[in-house]
């Protein structure tokens, strides 16, 4: 990823992003860097069909998922309500130039994102930026995607 996200989102104290697997766009220079701001960092962790944001203060905390993904997540820490999260980067299979995203199909991230005002910026490879995607009325919109 590279630093042009960085200004975008340096206003913000409250930012939730996602630990990258290896196919998606890498989040931890980021990641590494807001910490070093002195940003609120939160990261996903998900508990059954829900994904809820923890508060990060070290990668090094991060454990793997039990799940098939075998995603990082927090290792406790604090939850944050989705109403004091003031920015979101999301990963997604596919974004459109609409600002619709597709993700894996579990619906964790639209049910998240519909209860949180946060400005929302997907974040994905050029090869999965598309003219359009099919999408959902349930399905929530970004309000901004960057494609690297």
Do not use: W
Not at 11 to 16: D, G, L, P, T
Not at 117 to 126: D, E, F, T
Not at 133 to 147: G, T
Request: with cysteine.
């Amino acid at each position: 990823m590279r630093d042009d996200l960085f200004p975008i989102i340096r206003k913000y104290q409250h930012i939730a992003l996602f630990a990258s697997l290896d196919s998606e766009i890498d989040t931890f220079p980021l990641i590494e860097k807001l910490l070093k701001e002195r940003k609120d960092i939160y990261l996903p962790k998900t508990n059954g069909d829900i994904i809820d944001f923890y508060k990060v203060e070290d990668l090094s905390s991060l454990i793997i998922s039990k799940d098939k993904y075998k995603v990082r997540e927090p290792n406790g820490g604090e939850k944050i309500s989705p109403m004091k999260i003031e920015v979101i980067i999301c990963p997604g299979v596919a974004f459109d130039k609409n600002g619709n995203r597709m993700g894996h199909g579990k619906g964790y991230y639209d049910r998240y994102l519909a209860s949180s005002p946060a400005y929302k910026i997907g974040v994905c490879y050029k090869e999965q930026l598309l003219n359009e995607i099919p999408y959902e009325e349930h399905d929530v919109k970004m309000d901004m995607v960057k494609a690297y």
